[in-house]
Nanobody, 126 residues
Framework: QVQLVESGGGLVQAGGSLRLSCIAS????????MGWFRQPPGKEREFVAA????????FYANSVKGRFTISSDNAKNTLYLQMNSLNSDETAVYYC???????????????????WGQGTQVTVSS
């Protein structure tokens, strides 16, 4: 079984930055892709960014391109999300997610991901 634990959330002013981390543990951990999703208050969860483990290809929601950077340290089984120029609309619970070794679904879909963290709260004050 894979466990994902996020950290790094908190309160930040609009225009500020935060860096989220997600540490994965499990006897066998070799996902095809890892990603970040977020769920604003009263809204559905949405895709933020993803990175394929083998090739390091990255994918971003249009709303975060140029401001957010996803990266990973495979040796440490750790996923990161650097978030810059945050705005109040980005207040949300941010979730780390991981697929199995392969997936039938595109990386933008929640269906591609089997394992989820408990989430970390990011609050952006205006």
């Amino acid at each position: 079984q894979v466990q994902l634990v996020e950290s790094g959330g908190g309160l930040v002013q609009a225009g500020g930055s935060l860096r989220l981390s997600c540490i994965a543990s499990g006897r066998t951990f070799s996902p095809y892709v890892m990603g970040w999703f977020r769920q604003p208050p009263g809204k559905e969860r949405e895709f933020v960014a993803a990175i394929t483990r083998g090739t390091g290809n990255t994918f971003y929601a249009n709303s975060v391109k140029g401001r957010f950077t996803i990266s990973s340290d495979n040796a440490k089984n750790t996923l990161y999300l650097q978030m810059n120029s945050l705005n109040s609309d980005e207040t949300a619970v941010y979730y780390c997610a991981s697929s199995r070794a392969d997936t039938y679904y595109g990386v933008y879909s929640e269906l591609a991901y089997t394992y989820w963290g408990q989430g970390t709260q990011v609050t952006v004050s205006s």
